[in-house]
């Protein structure tokens, strides 16, 4: 993504056209998903971006802050950072996850290329095996689509946030293949996916959602990432560095090899993603690009 010069100020559009909604996926106290769908009215669209778990904001990841302090204070975080305001927001555990898709009755998606992951255990069928998924037509369960949405280390984060998208797209197709014919089976399938969930949104408002803005199409594949804005660190790199330095200035040959061999014993510490340049507003331009172009 090519930036301005300036981005003192960012000049973040009139939203009162747009409705923004948080959904974010928690594993134990964590929130290892947060996307943000923002519905524009006028252009009749709704634009999907995901937020990193590693992105570090006042010295702390992320996706701790909701563990730490609660869902209003990770809200107001994200809104700070994007320059959006979130108006629901949609929390769901990704055991409940599972209950969710099994509930509407699995999901269909097409995967355009593989998925591969030797460290995910899998096991179907009486047989134990590993993560393995060829480009193709799928119908998943929830495990099976859990699986997709939480797969990372042989791919990234980043890649996982668009397989994200995927299965976000691929819910409201299925809600959509129900048909307005089926009004009260939705009624009963958004009563009993909103009790498996921690939200701001109610049964009520969900139909109204879906009925008014089932039509809008999804765009995807939107995630905040070293490919734009970011830029990628280990936190202590720095310690280490200084410390692999500092044994140049050992004239002593032995007493300079016993030093660069504890210097390499430094951790790096945690991998941390940070906006590009040490400028926070480079997020704010990306979201308002991402969601006028």
């Known amino acids: 993504m090519i930036l301005p010069r300036d981005l003192k100020n960012v000049d973040i559009p009139d939203t009162e056209q747009g409705i923004n909604f948080l959904i974010v996926g928690k594993h134990g106290s964590?929130?290892?998903?947060?996307?943000?769908?923002?519905?524009?009215?006028?252009?009749?669209?709704?634009?999907?971006?995901?937020?990193?778990?590693?992105?570090?904001?006042?010295?702390?990841?992320?996706?701790?802050?909701?563990?730490?302090?609660?869902?209003?204070?990770?809200?107001?975080?994200?809104?700070?950072?994007?320059?959006?305001?979130?108006?629901?927001?949609?929390?769901?555990?990704?055991?409940?996850?599972?209950?969710?898709?099994?509930?509407i009755g699995g999901v269909d998606l097409?995967?355009?290329?593989?998925?591969?992951?030797?460290?995910?255990?899998?096991?179907?069928?009486?047989?134990?095996?590993?993560?393995?998924?060829?480009?193709?037509?799928?119908?998943l369960n929830g495990?099976?689509?859990?699986?997709?949405?939480?797969s990372r280390h042989y791919s990234s984060d980043f890649e996982r946030a668009k397989r994200q998208h995927l299965i976000l797209d691929a819910l409201k197709q299925k809600a959509l293949s129900m048909g307005v014919g089926e009004a009260d089976k939705i009624v009963k399938i958004a009563q009993t996916v909103l009790s498996h969930t921690e939200t701001d949104i109610t049964p009520q408002d969900a139909l109204t959602y879906f009925f008014r803005y089932k039509d809008f199409p999804v765009r995807k594949n939107n995630v905040l990432s070293t490919e734009n804005v970011l830029t990628s660190k280990h936190k202590n790199e720095g310690a280490k560095q200084a410390a692999l330095a500092s044994c140049t200035n050992i004239?002593?040959?032995?007493?300079?090899?016993?030093?660069?061999?504890?210097?390499?014993?430094?951790?790096?510490?945690?991998?941390?993603?940070l906006p590009s340049g040490g400028n926070w507003n480079v997020i704010k331009y990306y979201f308002k690009t991402t969601f006028s172009q």
């Open 30 to 103: 964590l929130t290892d998903t947060m996307i943000y769908a923002h519905v524009d009215l006028v252009n009749q669209r709704v634009t999907l971006i995901s937020i990193p778990r590693d992105l570090e904001v006042n010295n702390r990841k992320l996706n701790a802050v909701y563990s730490l302090f609660g869902i209003e204070e990770l809200k107001r975080q994200l809104t700070k950072l994007t320059g959006y305001r979130i108006d629901k927001y949609i929390l769901i555990d990704m055991y409940a996850f599972i209950d969710v898709i099994d509930i």
């Open 110 to 139: 097409t995967l355009d290329k593989a998925v591969i992951d030797p460290s995910y255990k899998v096991f179907e069928e009486g047989k134990w095996s590993t993560l393995y998924y060829k480009p193709g037509n799928y119908h």
């Open 143 to 150: 495990r099976q689509a859990l699986r997709l949405a939480r």
């Open 251 to 273: 004239v002593e040959e032995s007493g300079k090899n016993k030093c660069l061999i504890e210097a390499k014993k430094i951790d790096d510490g945690a991998y941390i993603l």
